[in-house]
């Protein structure tokens, strides 16, 4: 009998919670990769408009995110 609690992630064990936790971190990552809340702003930093540096950055932590899921929980919620 297995348990139902834990995924299996390559030899590590994984909750439920762990697995929702990710998927609340890739939606925050998708919602906010555009900056809708700064299309309107005409503000300019370094002669580029701040809308483009907030994506620019954005990217950034995105690409730091999917390191540390590759990492951590490559497969989570795929295999079982």
């Known amino acids: 009998m297995g348990n139902t609690d ?5 030899g590590a064990s994984a909750s439920r919670v ?3 936790l990710w998927a609340i ?3 925050v990552v998708v ?6 809340f ?3 702003s005409s503000a300019v930093a370094f002669g580029l408009p ?5 994506h620019i950055g954005w990217m950034g932590v ?10 951590r929980a490559w497969g989570l ?3 079982r």
């Open 6 to 10: 834990t995924v299996s992630t390559g």
């Open 18 to 20: 762990e697995t929702v």
């Open 25 to 27: 971190v890739l939606l």
């Open 31 to 36: 919602a906010l990769a555009v900056p809708w």
């Open 38 to 40: 700064l299309w309107r």
């Open 50 to 54: 701040v809308w483009l540096w907030w």
């Open 62 to 71: 995105a690409a730091i995110v999917f390191y540390a899921f590759g990492q």
């Open 77 to 79: 919620g795929v295999e």
